[in-house]
Structures are given as structure tokens and as C-alpha cells.
């Protein structure tokens, strides 16, 4: 962090900024992190104010298209029908610039997708390829789909066992992650799937759908399920995972999602509206490059759960502003 250059800036801006996107009035877990932006911020810019609307990641990129917006950061990476819907009002597409990574395990942070199967499984590693074969049906990123866990090298009492596919329900947002980062965008999932929604039990607890998940995969020797480390339990296991079967293979820890090696890491974009051939406004330009300073970066990790960004990541974001 300490590397990170401070915030210099390139001139003096004035202004309101209307800022959109993830949290929400009710659970305002994101105000923190933004009042701590804006203090620091004004100590460099004190004639531009933050004006925070956190309704939540729905409604970012629709008030950047109406213009109800200026800025909207988003709970987690831009969704393909919000980035048509942008493009159908607009006749171009939205301009996005990293700003954070997801978190490792904190909830509302955009925790890690990780892959886990029974402690009794013998297998420790897998390819994006081979989740994309167990998890999905149309087998775009290999040859055929993988259904026994003898096509996986498994051999003895393994060789034929069916698996069996344990993950959140289809249609809701922590899927369509996985979704476009493992099925290439494809909607047709493997059948088998057993998929969980967290429960609000009478009583007032909740019984989340992450720790739904790996339950049942403590039970089923034969399983394979996504999830997040804050759910397990010592009957499961997380795999190393890779983009290429010839590697390297990367645990879900904070240095690997911040180095963006690990293949599931998520990444929080804050979009704007840049006509092409037009400069980002003045303002805005100021306000993103404070977020990818050191200062940004640290009131990201003091008020938040999210991780910081790379150093490679935060100088291609700086080449974005330019």
C-alpha cells in the first residue's frame, strides 16, 4: 500500500457528483466507506461535493443512462443485460474502471466463488475448463461434459460415481458471476444441480444459502459445490484452481485476489458516461483517480471489507482516465 502514489491533482475541480450504486438506505454498509472518500477527497478538492444515493447495484447503471447519475459503483461486475440496457439508451457502452477487489470472505464484499467437494475426495486441484464441463452442459471451454469423477482422473470406488453438483440457485445474482466467468455466458446449467436460497426462519435467523450448500456437501461424499470459505466446516475442502490445465493453480487467499491470479476473484467497477472521442469530465476523472490512490485505496481497506487493488491493475485503470 505504501507504494501506492498519494493523490496529486492534475487541477482544482468544482461540483456535485450524484453517486449511484451499491448499499442501501436500510443497510447502509458502503456510507462508511464513501464519507471516508468524500472527507479525504475534499481535503485536496473542498469546492466538489459527493452527493450519495447507494440504492443498491440494481439501479447504478439505469440513473448513469437517464442521467440521473454521474457515477455508479457497482456491487459487483457489470451485468450483461445493464450493460445492454446502456447501450440500447446510449449507442455506446458504459466506461468501467476497477477500483476495489472483491473480498476474500466478508459478506455484502463481493466474497470469492470457491469450489469445494468432501474431505474424502482425493482430488486437491481443477481448471476453469473442467468446472465449466461438471457445471455447465454445452462443454464450450472442452471436448465433452463431465458427469463421473473417473473423467477426472479418479480411479477405484470414484471411477463411476456420478457427480453431484451443489450451487446457489441459477437465477439469482451470485450465479450469474459464475455464470459468465466459468459458462461463457451460457444460461444451460447441468441438471443435476441442487440449488439453495438462504431461508428467514421464524425466529428471525437466517440460514444462508452459502452454509446450506456446504452442509449438504459434508454429507455427500460424491459431491462438488461453490460456496465461500466463511460456510465450511471440516468435512469440505476448498480446490486450487487454474485457468490451464498446465497451470499454475491458485488458492482463494487475499494475495492471489488481489493479484487477480486466482480465477474467480471478483472485481467492484465504478462506471461512468464517456461519449467516444469525448474526455471524462473533469470532476469525475479527479474523484476515480483519488480511488486508485493510496489514500482511496486505504480508506477502502479502513471502511470496508473489500481488498485493494494490484499495483498492474491500478496503473491500467490510471491509463483508462487518461
Not at 465449466?132 to 469423477?149: K, Q
Not at 469530465?281 to 470496508?304: I, K, T, V
Request: proline residues 5%; aromatic residues 10%.
Amino acid at each position: 500500500m505504501d507504494s501506492l502514489p498519494l493523490y496529486a491533482p492534475r487541477q482544482q475541480v468544482a461540483g456535485t457528483i450524484r453517486l449511484w450504486g451499491h448499499g442501501s438506505p436500510k443497510h447502509n454498509f458502503m456510507g462508511a466507506l464513501v464519507g471516508q472518500w468524500s472527507r479525504a477527497f475534499s481535503r485536496n478538492q473542498p469546492a466538489v461535493h459527493i452527493d450519495n444515493r447507494l440504492h443498491g447495484t440494481a439501479s447504478a447503471i439505469g440513473a448513469l443512462y437517464t442521467g440521473a447519475g454521474d457515477l455508479a459503483i457497482l456491487g459487483e461486475e457489470i451485468g450483461a443485460d445493464a450493460a445492454a440496457a446502456f447501450t440500447r439508451a446510449k449507442h455506446y457502452s458504459p466506461t468501467c474502471v476497477q477500483i476495489a477487489t472483491g473480498s476474500l470472505e466478508e459478506n455484502y464484499f463481493d466474497y470469492a466463488h470457491m469450489i469445494f467437494v468432501n474431505r474424502d475426495n482425493p482430488i486437491n486441484r481443477l481448471t476453469v475448463a473442467q468446472l465449466e464441463a461438471i457445471f455447465g452442459t454445452e462443454h464450450t471451454r472442452s471436448s465433452h461434459n463431465i458427469r463421473v469423477w473417473g473423467e477426472l482422473g479418479l480411479g477405484g470406488a470414484w471411477a463411476d460415481r456420478r457427480i453431484q453438483p451443489y450451487g446457489w440457485k441459477v437465477d439469482e445474482d451470485f450465479a450469474l458471476f459464475f455464470r459468465a466467468a466459468v459458462l461463457n455466458g451460457s444460461h444451460r446449467w447441468n441438471p443435476d444441480i441442487m440449488e439453495f436460497g438462504t431461508i428467514n426462519r421464524t425466529d428471525g435467523s437466517v440460514y444462508d444459502r452459502g452454509q446450506q450448500i456446504l452442509d449438504a456437501l459434508a454429507q455427500d461424499r460424491y459431491g462438488i459445490a461453490i460456496s465461500n470459505v466463511r460456510f465450511a466446516n471440516p468435512h469440505v475442502k476448498a480446490l486450487a484452481l487454474a485457468n490451464a490445465e498446465a497451470g499454475p493453480y491458485y488458492d482463494a487467499t487475499p494475495g492471489n485476489l488481489i493479484a487477480q491470479r486466482y480465477p474467480l476473484t471478483r472485481i467492484v467497477p465504478a462506471c461512468i458516461d464517456r461519449p467516444p472521442g469525448r474526455a471524462i469530465d473533469p470532476g469525475l476523472r479527479e474523484f476515480l483517480r483519488f480511488l486508485l490512490s493510496r489514500e482511496g485505496q486505504q480508506a477502502l481497506m479502513n471502511a470496508s471489507g473489500y481488498l485493494p487493488l494490484g499495483e498492474d491493475a491500478i496503473r491500467a485503470q490510471l491509463e483508462l482516465l487518461k
